[in-house]
T-cell receptor, first 110, second 119 residues
Framework: RKEVEQDPGPFNVPEGATVAFNCTYS??????FFWYRQDCRKEPKLLMS???SGNEDGRFTAQLNRASQYISLLIRDSKLSDSATYLC???????????FGQGTTLQVKP | SQTIHQWPATLVQPVGSPLSLECTVE??????LYWYRQAAGRGLQLLFY??????ISSEVPQNLSASRPQDRQFILSSKKLLLSDSGFYLC??????????????????FGPGTRLTVL
């Protein structure tokens, strides 16, 4: 089993749609959780950290489920500019490293 | 504010040639530094990390080496490139939390990357 697994997609949605991505992780000692966004041929950029209580930033909501070992990202009212690859990133306390998922590709269509 | 630079942005090299990629960070002291590689259509693979000057940890056996001659400078090198070294090389930094050998699971911030093609 991979340490971090994401559905690669692509997710093709119309503008204004709500889309959700899940990411599962295998290491129960994981202690930090992030979503990064990567545009085509660019570097990954932090979208948001994910906290145990869940957190929201505008149209983006991230949630953590430790019992089932997954995190999620919900995007409401999708914009064309949301088209990108979304990377799930998990930090492990016993390795001290971040593990990156392979990413989920989102394509928002007009 | 902190910024991270990488150069060159793009590089095309023949098999067997040497390589030197440079990364510098501004606006922070004693950062943790990282080199990643992203092959086409794949996830990020951690190659090296450093918690201080001259301190390099290698994650995977490979044809590459890294050095940290100054606090905010990180260099990725190879003596002889292979076709399989092609990819998108990313440098990243994170805040140093202390401890002799541990790297942190804090947020990492990436440079713009170097796209390397080995022919």
């Amino acid at each position: 089993r991979k340490e971090v697994e994401q559905d690669p997609g692509p997710f093709n949605v119309p503008e204004g749609a709500t889309v959700a991505f899940n990411c599962t992780y295998s290491n129960s000692a994981s202690q930090s959780f992030f979503w990064y966004r990567q545009d085509c041929r660019k570097e990954p950029k932090l979208l948001m950290s994910v906290y145990s209580s869940g957190n929201e930033d505008g149209r983006f909501t991230a949630q953590l489920n430790r019992a089932s070992q997954y995190i999620s990202l919900l995007i409401r009212d999708s914009k064309l500019s949301d088209s990108a690859t979304y990377l799930c990133v998990i930090g492990s306390s016993n390795t001290g490293k971040l593990i990156f998922g392979q990413g989920t590709t989102l394509q928002v269509k007009p | 504010s902190q910024t991270i630079h990488q150069w060159p942005a793009t590089l095309v090299q023949p098999v067997g040639s040497p390589l030197s990629l440079e990364c510098t960070v501004e606006g922070t002291s004693n950062p943790n530094l990282y080199w990643y590689r992203q092959a086409a259509g794949r996830g990020l693979q951690l190659l090296f990390y450093s918690v201080g000057i001259g301190q390099i940890s290698s994650e995977v056996p490979q044809n590459l080496s890294a050095s940290r001659p100054q606090d905010r400078q990180f260099i990725l090198s190879s003596k002889k490139l292979l076709l399989s070294d092609s990819g998108f090389y990313l440098c990243a930094w994170s805040i140093f939390r202390g401890g002799p050998a541990k790297i942190s699971t804090d947020t990492q911030y990436f440079g713009p990357g170097t796209r390397l093609t080995v022919l």
